[in-house]
Nanobody
Framework: QVQLVESGGGLVQPGGPLRLSCAAS????????MGWYRQAPGKQRELVAL???????KYADSVKGRFTISRDNAKNTVYLQMNSLKPEDTAIYYC?????????WGQGTQVTVSS
């Protein structure tokens, strides 16, 4: 059974940094694309950042220049470094990964940007 477990969420002041991690575990043979999504109250879930197995990345326009996605294939882990956080970044952040040609979601981690 494959699991994705996120960590690193919390409360941060505007302008501050936060780093999210998402570790995959279980019977893993291959991991293709991994990504971060977020869902704010009353809004649809949206893509934040995506990284392929070879390191190509894609970002939502709203986070370009502030967020950086990376992955450690040896640890089956994807990271999201978030800098210059804004109140509008407040949301539940979810990890999603293509593992063994199936899609898996993490349980989500809350990020709150507030003074």
């Amino acid at each position: 059974q494959v699991q994705l477990v996120e960590s690193g969420g919390g409360l941060v002041q505007p302008g501050g940094p936060l780093r999210l991690s998402c570790a995959a575990s279980g019977s893993i043979f291959s991991i293709n694309a991994m990504g971060w999504y977020r869902q704010a109250p009353g809004k649809q879930r949206e893509l934040v950042a995506l990284i392929t197995s070879v390191g190509s990345t894609k970002y939502a326009d709203s986070v370009k220049g502030r967020f950086t996605i990376s992955r450690d294939n040896a640890k089956n882990t994807v990271y999201l470094q978030m800098n210059s956080l804004k109140p509008e970044d407040t949301a539940i952040y979810y990890c999603k990964a293509n593992i063994n040609d199936n899609l898996y979601w993490g349980q989500g981690t809350q990020v709150t940007v507030s003074s």
